[in-house]
């Protein structure tokens, strides 16, 4: 299945690009897609334990299944002032 992974603030800026297209097996959990997103990504790997995360633009769960076309957002925390 396909599933877009969408990068925002510093995370985008590392990776060069604001969005992620994946092939992941059936029945992939949302850790699933994290561990191989930081293996095969450092950029995402550094932020992994600090990021919010969405699915299809709700706040997920870890052990939330994914599907087809699913939209994960990856938001990193953010200060300024």
């Known amino acids: 299945m396909k599933v877009k992974v969408k990068l925002f603030a510093v995370v ?4 060069g690009t604001g969005e992620l297209e994946l092939e992941l097996p059936k029945d992939s959990r949302l850790s699933d897609l994290m561990n191989r997103l930081k293996k095969e990504y450092e950029p995402i790997g550094s932020f992994k334990s600090s990021l919010a995360i969405s699915i299809n633009r709700e706040y997920a769960k870890k052990d939330e299944f ?3 076309g699913d939209e994960i957002a990856l938001i990193p925390p953010v200060s300024g002032g």
């Open 12 to 15: 985008r800026e590392r990776m």
């Open 66 to 68: 994914l599907k087809e």
